[in-house]
T-cell receptor, first 113, second 113 residues
Framework: QKEVEQDPGPLSVPEGAIVSLNCTYSNSAFQYFMWYRQYSRKGPELLMYTYSSGNKEDGRFTAQVDKSSKYISLFIRDSQPSDSATYLC?????????????FGPGTSLSVIP | NAGVMQNPRHLVRRRGQEARLRCSPM?????VYWYRQLPEEGLKFMVY????????ESGMPKERFSAEFPKEGPSILRIQQVVRGDSAAYFCASSPGRGETQYFGPGTRLLVL
């Protein structure tokens, strides 16, 4: 079983739709969770960073962490064509290797005007 | 405040040659991380360094790969005797401290002919 699993997509939605992106993980010891956005041929850009279970909102983005289910989500409201990118979930904070961040394979999102 | 700088952005090497990838962290950041991204795959952690120290190299291949972050100057990822399988995008990230947000550079795309 992979440490972090993520549906690769591609996911295609109309402009204005609500997008739901999800990851599951196997190691309950992860302590912090992140979502990154990566445009084609660019470096990943941090969107959300959270330590605890629950919701965190930033503009049109909401990150949700459910540690009991080992499941994290990113919701994008009022999606825009500029949101078209690959979204990477990531997590870290293992006691044996606190700073080692494990990434999911990414979900490719296209927002159609 | 300039972001993480990586150079070169593109590097072409023939099999057996050496590749040197450079990373200058964001101002004020003393923690550097290297990741490799293969086509259709997620980012894979390679190594975590602080100034003059390798903290975690659990993701580094045992042979041909080495990394350093000297007291002065950029961090260097060195790949000796490159093979075609080394072709990938190599990303560097930096953070101000342990467990803090990692900011990524634009990456170096290595092509081995």
């Amino acid at each position: 079983q992979k440490e972090v699993e993520q549906d690769p997509g591609p996911l295609s939605v109309p402009e204005g739709a609500i997008v739901s992106l999800n990851c599951t993980y196997s190691n309950s010891a992860f302590q912090y969770f992140m979502w990154y956005r990566q445009y084609s041929r660019k470096g990943p850009e941090l969107l959300m960073y959270t330590y605890s279970s629950g919701n965190k909102e930033d503009g049109r983005f909401t990150a949700q962490v459910d540690k009991s289910s080992k499941y994290i989500s990113l919701f994008i409201r009022d999606s825009q064509p500029s949101d078209s990118a690959t979204y990477l979930c990531a997590m870290g904070g293992l006691r044996t290797s606190y700073d080692k961040v494990i990434f999911g394979p990414g979900t490719s999102l296209s927002v159609i005007p | 405040n300039a972001g993480v700088m990586q150079n070169p952005r593109h590097l072409v090497r023939r099999r057996g040659q050496e590749a040197r990838l450079r990373c200058s962290p964001m101002k004020g950041h003393s923690h550097v991380y290297w990741y490799r991204q293969l086509p259709e795959e997620g980012l894979k952690f390679m190594v975590y360094l602080q100034k003059e120290n390798i903290i975690d190299e659990s993701g580094m291949p045992k042979e041909r790969f080495s990394a350093e972050f000297p007291k002065e100057g950029p961090s260097i990822l060195r790949i000796q005797q490159v093979v075609r399988g080394d072709s990938a995008a190599y990303f560097c990230a930096s953070s101000p401290g342990r467990g803090e947000t990692q900011y990524f550079g634009p990456g170096t795309r290595l092509l081995v002919l």
